[in-house]
């Protein structure tokens, strides 16, 4: 039997962090554009052309979980 693991949404005074998902193309690709972030050398945003791609690596490669000490 497998379990389906909650992925936590935290938010606190006007500020919300979520895990990255599919749906969050759209405004990631209008983030990029915004200044043309890509041709930054101090961030590593995608190319507006490659958020799709973006996301899913970040997907693919997402750990199950994480320890702490």
Do not use: N, Q
Not at 3 to 20: A, F, Q, T
Not at 46 to 64: E, K, W
């Amino acid at each position: 039997m497998s379990e389906k693991i909650i992925l936590p949404v935290l938010s606190l005074g006007g500020v919300r962090l979520e895990p990255l998902d599919v749906h969050h193309e759209t405004g990631l690709r209008e983030a990029v554009c915004d200044g043309e972030v890509w041709k930054l050398g101090v961030t590593s945003a995608p190319h507006p052309d490659r958020v799709a791609d973006y996301i899913g690596t970040a997907l693919a490669t997402r750990l199950a979980f994480a320890g702490c000490r």
